[in-house]
Structure formats: C-alpha cells, structure tokens
C-alpha cells in the first residue's frame, strides 16, 4: 500500500517597492509553476511612482493578494507578508526576479521523501536586464558539514545564496520574525545565520532554478550603501551569534572582508571617476603626448646641430689626449 505524500501548501512573499514594471514577471513566474499549492503575497512597501501604484491598486490575478503599507524596508516588509502566510513552506521572492516553472515541483520532492529536511535551495543565474541575457549558473561554493561556519567565514567569499533561491519550513522560524526589522541590505545573511544556528538541516539542488536580475545603475552608489549595511550585518552577527571564544577569529576575518570592500569602493570610484570625465583625460593626454612629441624633435635637432658644430668637433679632439694618456698610464 502506497503512502501518500504530504501536499505541502507554499505561500510566497513578493516585496514591491516601486518595482511595478518587474512585479509581472515575477508574478507570472509562480502562476507558471507545475507544482500549484501556493498562495501570493504582495506587500507594496509605500511605492512613491504611480505606475506601481495604479497597478497593484486593482490587481486582479489568480491565488494572490495585495497589501499595502507605508514604507517599512525589505526586511521588517517580508516579515508583514509572513505573518500573512498560511502556507506550510515559504518562498521570498522579490518583484524584480523571477523563478523557473519547476522550482516548486523539484523542491516539493525534496520534502516529500524526507520530512527532516528543513531548508531547500537551489543554483540561480544572473538575468542582465539591459541585453536580455542569461548568465551561466553562479554558485561558487555550497553549505558543507557546518553550515552555520559557512555562512559565517564564507558568505560572499565564494557563498552566496539569493534569498529567492530557498524554500523554507515556516515551522523553523517558529513565532519570530525571519529578518532583523530595520535593515535595508544583507538582512538575509542574517537570516541564514540564525537559521544555521537553530540546526537546520539544508539540502541543495544543482539545478538553476532561480533568476537573478541585475538593472543597469549606480553601482558606485550602492557599493557605498552596501558597506555601511555590511559593517551593521557584521556588528549585529558579532553580538548575537559569535560565542566568546570564537570572537577573536571571527572579527579578523571580518575585518578582511571589510578592508576589501573599501578597497573595491574607491576602486569603483576612481572607475566612475574615469568614466565621467574621460573625454576631458583623454584630451589632456592627447595634449600633452603631442607637448613631449613637439620636445624630443626639438632635442634631436639641437643634438644634431651640437654634434655637427665646429665647437663640438674641436672638443673632441681636445677630449682624445687625455683619454689617450689615461689609456697609456693604465698599462704601464
């Protein structure tokens, strides 16, 4: 007799703050899904431009409902959308990315033949927004024996797992919130930190089941935004996660990572730099390469003239006796 398998109900959590032009694709990606026991959640995070106002404002597509707050952030956002869940396993899933049609039946799996598993992520690719393309599959590294060291010591040195790539049990956030309310960036690394902590069991999944898009920007600026949120995320894990003895380590290899994010900052600063003034440096070079161009010719004609002057010729033999002395002196 064949036992049946659990129908595991999914509730998926879409934060949309002024992302009405991506929130479709994002929508129709789980409305495509083979596996289709799920509820949608879209939280509209204050929006200030009218598009995505008037959009969401009269939303109408299968299996989903809208919310709307005054801005909060992401992470305090995807908390509201979770205590509206009532699904068994959640999915993030932010309005500018999107989803393979399989990731839900390919996951469900997962839980189905092992009730144990508490977390299940998969590959992901890049979707470059400007040219339509596709990377190739991302992930560098993936959890080994100690997850909760990983996403410590590895986490954006090889680590990185998009929040969109899991599907989490609620049941292992228990009655807390998934995410640090007040942060506007890297609240997921928090996230899997304090998953990790708890002893969760992951399993990953090779497969690229999850797309990433990257939207032409200031990079520059959000490199800066970034390392402030970063150092913050750094702070809070220290104080919250790091026993005594491990602390020393830990800050070490931190204030690596940090060090390197500087150093990338400026670098993107002195690219942007370049970037905006280059045909101001450019000009200057051309300038001054035809300055020193104008320079040498006028050395080798005065050189010219010099060598070929009687002066310089009536020199030379003036130059010849005592090199002819030193000479004869020097083999006596």
Not at 129 to 143: G, I, P, T, V
Not at 155 to 163: D, E, T, V, Y
Not at 199 to 206: D, M
Not at 305 to 323: C, D, H, M, N, V
Request: net charge negative; glycine share 4%; hydrophobic share 35%.
């Amino acid at each position: 007799m064949s036992v049946k398998k659990k129908e595991y109900k999914i509730s998926v959590i879409i934060p949309c703050y002024n992302q009405g032009k991506f929130v479709d694709d994002a929508v129709d990606s789980v409305l495509k899904q083979t596996y289709q026991n799920f509820e949608i959640i879209i939280i509209n995070d204050g929006s200030t431009d009218e598009f995505t106002n008037n959009l969401l404002k009269n939303y109408n597509k299968p299996n989903t409902e809208v919310y709307h707050t005054k801005n909060q952030g992401l992470a305090s956002t995807r908390n509201y959308g979770f205590q509206l869940s009532t699904g068994d396993l959640i999915q993030f899933l932010d309005a500018d990315d999107f989803l393979d049609e399989r990731k839900f039946e390919v996951q469900i799996k997962e839980f189905q033949e092992d009730d144990s598993l508490d977390v299940s992520y998969t590959n992901y690719q890049y979707f470059y927004d400007a040219s339509e393309k596709y990377s190739e599959s991302q992930m560098e590294d993936k959890l080994g024996s100690n997850p909760f060291d990983d996403f410590i010591y590895k986490w954006q040195r090889g680590l990185s797992i998009p929040i969109h790539c899991g599907l989490f049990k609620k049941s292992i956030f228990g009655k807390s919130d998934p995410f640090i309310g007040g942060f506007k960036a890297i609240e997921d690394w928090i996230m899997w930190v304090m998953i990790a902590k708890k002893g969760c069991r992951f399993k990953y999944l090779e497969k690229s089941l999850a797309f990433y898009r990257i939207q032409s920007g200031n990079m520059t600026k959000n490199k800066e935004f970034m390392f402030y949120w970063v150092a913050r995320a750094v702070a809070y894990i220290a104080e919250n996660f790091i026993e005594t003895e491990d602390s020393e380590k830990f800050n070490s290899q931190q204030e690596k990572y940090l060090k390197q994010l500087v150093e990338s900052f400026y670098i993107s600063n002195i690219e942007n730099e370049f970037s905006k003034r280059k045909e101001e440096i450019l000009k200057i070079h051309l300038e001054e390469e035809e300055r020193l161009n104008n320079l040498l010719q006028e050395s080798e004609l005065r050189y010219h003239k010099l060598i070929t002057s009687r002066t310089y010729r009536f020199g030379e033999k003036l130059l010849w006796l005592p090199k002819k002395i030193r000479s004869l002196i020097s083999h006596q």
